[in-house]
């Protein structure tokens, strides 16, 4: 059973594009059947964490609208940060499923029991992964995933019980 999901920002939660305004204002879009997949993940007791390279107010908000348990930003080494959680959660590597779209996701996905990438990924990590999914990166990337995960573990049925 995973159960821990670990979530690059940019090229999987986003489009992987960053938008300034004037101000110097960040703006990224995040995909709504995401949110939703992840705060029904959330309701199975079950943990995230998003590790990712760029520091961002707005990651934190939406970090923090989901329920996301765990934020790392900034992060240079992401397999390291994996090291530490699941020391702390104390879960097995087969406990574990990442997503991300870049060569710096490569240590992350090293420390995963399954690797995903969204379809738009970097070529270069596209065979490296278990499963390249359908969905571009910003586009429900993250909820197929969480879909594939529990037809898997033959709870897909289980999202409706959150909703009934």
């Not at 390279?53 to 996301?68: F, M, N, P, Y």
């Not at 060569?103 to 490296?128: E, H, T, V, W, Y």
């Not at 278990?130 to 969480?146: F, H």
Request: hydrophobic content about 40%.
């Amino acid at each position: 059973m995973i159960r821990l999901l670990l979530l690059d920002v940019d090229g999987t939660l986003t489009d992987g594009r960053v938008y300034y305004l004037d101000s110097g204002e960040e703006i990224k879009a995040f995909h709504i059947k995401d949110g939703l997949a992840l705060r029904v993940w959330k309701q199975m007791g079950r943990k995230s964490a998003i590790i990712t390279g760029r520091t961002s107010s707005i990651v934190e908000r939406r970090a923090k609208e989901l329920g996301i348990d765990f934020v790392f930003m900034g992060v240079k080494q992401k397999g390291e940060i994996v090291q530490r959680l699941q020391e702390e959660l104390q879960c097995s590597k087969d406990e574990i499923a990442s997503i991300g779209d870049d060569l710096n996701d490569l240590s992350m996905f090293a420390q995963s029991g399954m690797s995903f990438c969204p379809s738009d990924g970097a070529r270069q990590i596209l065979d490296k992964v278990d499963c390249v999914l359908d969905s571009k990166g910003g586009n429900g990337a993250v909820r197929e995933m969480i879909e594939i995960i529990l037809k898997r573990e033959n709870l897909e049925d289980q999202w409706f019980e959150f909703f009934c």
